[in-house]
């Protein structure tokens, strides 16, 4: 199963994906961004290296963080977006997710950055439509101001569950849980 994850900075994307790894199991789980490609390029042009690849991502936000020239990471990333965009179409980063994992053995694949409707389509038509789910995180205080992502429209999935994360990370978990079993990934008697 093809798992896409949406939801505003700070939502729990990548807390999502550690429990359904956590879950399903880590051998039968791959995690995968579509921002991947940017920020492989990015880190190629810049030569970051990994300390300060994650020096970025910590502060990709921060108004008086790391920043190259006018942009922090964030920033730089939209722009490389863009260039990429305008050059290969706007749903590049699905059709290079879809390359990038045609080959992968791994049972589940876990999107954590599923966020706009256009890079999707290479995914919707790639996979089969009951292979496809979607979790869409909200959680209050977080938007999508300065970003380019957007919520996924819910026609295009047969599976789709809205998790509010306004809880606590345990109560959070549960939730995700409940996803999982209802989808039939994970039943009672798994961890």
Not at 28 to 35: A, D, I, P, R, Y
Not at 37 to 65: C, H, I, Q, R, W
Not at 103 to 121: F, L, P
Not at 167 to 181: H, N, S, T
């Amino acid at each position: 199963m093809i798992i896409l994850v949406n939801g505003p900075p700070s939502s729990g994307k990548d807390t999502v994906v550690e429990f359904i790894t956590l879950m399903i199991g880590n051998s039968k789980v791959h995690h995968e961004k579509l921002s991947r490609p940017m920020k492989s390029a990015l880190a190629k042009v810049f030569n970051f290296n990994s300390t300060e690849l994650g020096v970025l991502e910590l502060y990709k936000d921060a108004e008086n963080g790391v920043r190259y020239g006018d942009m922090n990471w964030r920033e730089m990333q939209i722009s490389m977006f863009k260039y990429l965009a305008d050059a290969y179409g706007e749903g590049i980063l699905g059709e290079l997710f879809v390359r990038r994992n045609r080959d992968n053995a791994k049972m589940h694949t876990v999107v954590s950055d599923a966020g706009r409707n256009v890079e999707i389509t290479p995914i919707l038509r790639d996979y089969p439509f009951k292979d496809i789910g979607y979790i869409e995180l909200h959680r209050e205080g977080c938007n999508y101001d300065n970003d380019i992502r957007e919520y996924l429209n819910h026609d295009k999935f047969m599976h789709v569950e809205v998790i509010d994360n306004k809880y606590d990370l345990e109560l959070f978990k549960v939730q995700v849980r409940k996803v999982l079993r209802k989808w039939e990934l994970v039943d009672d008697g798994d961890n």
